[in-house]
């Protein structure tokens, strides 16, 4: 299956990712320990793990074409 991805689309771009776990980790240095700030740290968790994904996604390449084929 071909996956074409938009590479305007926010939720492509790792930076995106990293940014929400970086505010995620802002947020949770604010509260003080227990279950909420856990719970925040492991979104931000969740959220690098998608930046990392987001990097090995296909994009589109400026011809149009994508550049590899990943099955799902």
């Given amino acids: 299956m ?8 926010p939720f492509y771009d790792p930076k995106f ?4 776990a970086e505010a995620t980790r802002t947020k949770a240095a604010s ?8 719970r925040l ?3 931000a968790e969740e959220y690098d793990k998608l930046a990392r994904r987001a990097e090995e996604w296909p994009t589109l390449k400026s011809d149009g074409d994508a550049d590899t084929k990943r099955s799902v």
């Fill in 41 to 43: 740290l492991k979104v």
């Fill in 17 to 20: 990712w990293r940014s929400r």
């Fill in 2 to 9: 071909l996956i074409r991805m938009k590479p305007k689309d």
């Fill in 31 to 38: 509260l003080s320990e227990g279950k909420p700030k856990d």
